[in-house]
């Protein structure tokens, strides 16, 4: 009997390609991780009832949830604020499929109302030397240390496209998600962006 197997192609399709792009010199001034989730959730809480979340996320996942816009993570899974008592919650990498729930916990259920976003969101890793320099050619908000530190999430927009962005570490690394009609677009915008500097794009599988 023959084998078969899924070939996992990202959101953003052929936009973004894995390898070295623009100034080849010396290292990379942007780099680029494909983060492949197992379950990304969109997450809206009921009426009333965004405390009760906070204490359940809390006792279930174990991330200290969000009230504010800001970015938490605890292991590969994270949690982000996307606006007044919505989050978009990752679990992943892809690859530890048999340990991500294919579900919520029901004490998380309960409170919320849940949208599976895996397919229908990319997920990026952002870091480098110069990541600030890019970025800033085409976000509409401040990034400079003083004013978006690590833990800090906005929604904002980039170039005319609206994504979600956190900070994860000082080093800088960001998070970004762009909805699947836009990836391409973010794509494109990315790549001109990061050229003078060095661009480096890597399949993030074990993200």
Same mark, same amino acid.
């Given at each position: 009997?023959?084998?078969?197997?899924?070939?996992?192609?990202?959101?953003?399709?052929?936009?973004?390609?894995?390898?070295?792009?623009? *100034?080849?010199?010396?290292?990379?001034? /942007?780099?680029?991780? +494909?983060?492949?989730?197992?379950?990304?959730?969109?997450?809206?809480? *009921?009426?009333?009832? #965004?405390?009760?979340?906070?204490?359940?996320?809390?006792?279930?996942?174990?991330?200290?949830?969000?009230?504010?816009? *800001?970015?938490?993570?605890?292991?590969?899974?994270?949690?982000?604020?996307?606006?007044?008592?919505?989050?978009?919650? /990752?679990?992943?990498?892809?690859?530890?499929?048999?340990? /991500?729930?294919?579900?919520?916990?029901?004490?998380?259920?309960?409170?919320?109302?849940?949208?599976?976003?895996?397919?229908?969101?990319? +997920?990026?890793?952002?870091?480098?030397?110069?990541?600030?320099? #890019?970025?800033?050619?085409?976000?509409? +908000?401040?990034?400079?240390?003083?004013?978006? #530190?690590?833990?800090?999430?906005? +929604?904002?927009?980039?170039?005319?496209?609206?994504?979600?962005?956190?900070?994860?570490?000082?080093?800088?690394?960001?998070?970004?998600? /762009?909805? *699947?009609?836009?990836?391409?677009?973010?794509?494109?915008?990315?790549?001109?962006?990061?050229?003078?500097?060095?661009?480096?794009?890597?399949?993030?599988?074990?993200?």
């Amino acid at each position: 009997m023959s084998e078969t197997s899924t070939l996992w192609r990202p959101p953003l399709g052929d936009a973004l390609k894995i390898g070295r792009h623009g *100034r080849r010199v010396d290292r990379a001034g /942007v780099t680029v991780d +494909i983060v492949r989730p197992a379950r990304a959730w969109s997450l809206v809480a *009921r009426r009333g009832a #965004a405390d009760a979340l906070a204490i359940a996320a809390e006792q279930e996942l174990g991330l200290p949830w969000p009230k504010a816009p *800001r970015y938490a993570a605890r292991g590969s899974t994270f949690v982000v604020w996307t606006g007044p008592d919505r989050w978009l919650l /990752v679990e992943g990498p892809a690859g530890m499929s048999d340990s /991500v729930r294919a579900t919520l916990p029901a004490g998380v259920t309960s409170h919320v109302y849940a949208t599976d976003q895996t397919d229908a969101l990319q +997920i990026l890793h952002l870091s480098g030397p110069r990541l600030r320099d #890019a970025l800033a050619k085409g976000v509409t +908000i401040d990034l400079h240390p003083r004013s978006f #530190a690590p833990g800090n999430a906005a +929604i904002t927009q980039v170039s005319h496209l609206t994504v979600n962005l956190w900070q994860i570490s000082d080093d800088p690394i960001f998070g970004v998600a /762009v909805a *699947r009609s836009l990836a391409g677009s973010f794509a494109s915008w990315l790549t001109a962006s990061a050229a003078e500097f060095g661009l480096e794009v890597r399949d993030g599988a074990d993200i």
